[in-house]
Every structure is written in structure tokens, then in C-alpha cells.
């Protein structure tokens, strides 16, 4: 299996634009989750889908952020509009019930 | 709520010392309990789990044992390499199923030659 796929790998943008960010579960998997880490906040999960169902968006930080699964091997996460404070490493994992989650490469996002 | 203590780093080890990173975590229940690691520039990776009470999870030389009394899962390895220096993040999942797991905030560890 190919693993967790996210794309891009790395992000440039400039404040006020607006980024998504794209992954791809493990196929066979039934859960995703999207996190963000930063050096001063540490890894924090922003929201996650069972079956593609948001189940718990409360750690998106604001209204900014949102996010969509339209079917189970495709997520996005979109900011809109960016700021300089939401730089960090994007990661989304994914998981079929054991818990046990498989993350993928991340995506290095920098707002300028 | 739930919730994990981790020991705090960084930690710095010589090649070939031995490695302890505490671990301990309040839950509801006997959750699954994970060590994840991140090597530079990467995303995390499953290191080991431990699934029930006295279980020992191992891999790569690590080991972890499941200690229900204590609600610890303490991460142990008897002789670092250089290629070891990564963050090592304990995680206990809340509960079975996808649910997500409750990550502690990571104990960066640096082997140096």
C-alpha cells in the first residue's frame, strides 16, 4: 500500500490567499483525522471523519479553517484566508478501528 | 478528560546508553496505548502498542510495558544508536474504535556519537 498521500508537500503563500491542503487515506480505512503542528503548540488535532462523517471539528481554530470529505478516499482541508500564524507541518492520518493511525508526510505550510 | 504526561526533553544520550521516556496517561477504561516516533522532516510512525494490561509492545530494540496500576506505558531501550535521535510521543486512545488518540507533547531524544 502506498500509505497516507498528501499533496503538496510544501506550501508558499502570501497572506490572505487562499490554501488547500489534500490527502488520501489508506485505502480499506474508514477514519481520518487532520492535525497541525507547530513548534510552540506541539501536535493538535483540528477535526476528524468516521464513514466521512465530520465527527469533531472543535480543534479547528477558527472560521477560517474548514474541511470536506466527499467520499472515503479523498479530504481537504482549506484556509481561507491565510495568515502568517497559521504556518505549521499539516498532517492528516487515517485509521481502521484499532485506533492505531497511519499518518502521512505532512504539508509544510508558510504564510507570508 | 483524558489526558497523557510525558516526560519532558530534549533528552541527550550517548551511543549506546540506555533509554528511558516516561509515560503516563488518566483514562476512562483500559485504552490501547501507543509510542509513536518522528524522525526529522517526516510524519509520525508507529513505533509499538500495547493493547491490554501486563502486555509488552516491542520494536526496533524498544519496549514498552502496559502497566494498569500505575497507568503507565513507559518507553525502554537498553542500547541507543545515532539513528534513534527522533521525538518519541506517547498516545493512549480514549477508547476502541476511531476514535482519536490523545498525543502527549512529545520527548525529543539526541544520540550523539
Known amino acids: 500500500d502506498a500509505g497516507v498521500i498528501q499533496s503538496p508537500r510544501h506550501e508558499v503563500t502570501e497572506m490572505g490567499q487562499e490554501v488547500t491542503l489534500r490527502c488520501k487515506p489508506i485505502?480499506?480505512?474508514?477514519?481520518l483525522f487532520w492535525y497541525r503542528q507547530t513548534m510552540m503548540r506541539g501536535l493538535e488535532l483540528l477535526i476528524y471523519f468516521n464513514n466521512n462523517v465530520p465527527i469533531d471539528d472543535s480543534g479547528m481554530p477558527e472560521d477560517r479553517f474548514s474541511a470536506k470529505m466527499p467520499n472515503a478516499s479523498f479530504s481537504t482541508l482549506k484556509i481561507q484566508p491565510s495568515e502568517p500564524r497559521d504556518s505549521a507541518v499539516y498532517f492528516c492520518?487515517?485509521?481502521?478501528?484499532?485506533?492505531?493511525?497511519?499518518f502521512g508526510p505532512g504539508t509544510r505550510l508558510t504564510v507570508t | 478528560g483524558d489526558s497523557v504526561t510525558q516526560m519532558e526533553g530534549p533528552v541527550t544520550l550517548s551511543e549506546e546508553a540506555c533509554l528511558t521516556i516516561?509515560?503516563?496517561?488518566?483514562?476512562?477504561?483500559?485504552?490501547?496505548l501507543f509510542w509513536y516516533v518522528q524522525y526529522p522532516g517526516e510524519g509520525l510512525q508507529l513505533l509499538l502498542k500495547?493493547?491490554?494490561?501486563?502486555d509488552k509492545g516491542s520494536n526496533k530494540g524498544f519496549e514498552a510495558t502496559y502497566r494498569k496500576e500505575t497507568t503507565s506505558f513507559h518507553l525502554e531501550k537498553g542500547s541507543v544508536q545515532v539513528s534513534d535521535s527522533a521525538v518519541y510521543f506517547c498516545a493512549p486512545a480514549v477508547n476502541s474504535g476511531n476514535t482519536p488518540l490523545v498525543f502527549g507533547k512529545g520527548t525529543r531524544l539526541s544520540v550523539i556519537a
Open positions: 516516561n509515560c503516563t496517561y488518566t483514562a476512562t477504561g483500559y485504552p490501547s
Open positions: 485505502s480499506g480505512h474508514n477514519s
Open positions: 492520518a487515517s485509521s481502521f478501528q484499532s485506533g492505531e493511525q497511519y
Open positions: 500495547a493493547t491490554k494490561a501486563d
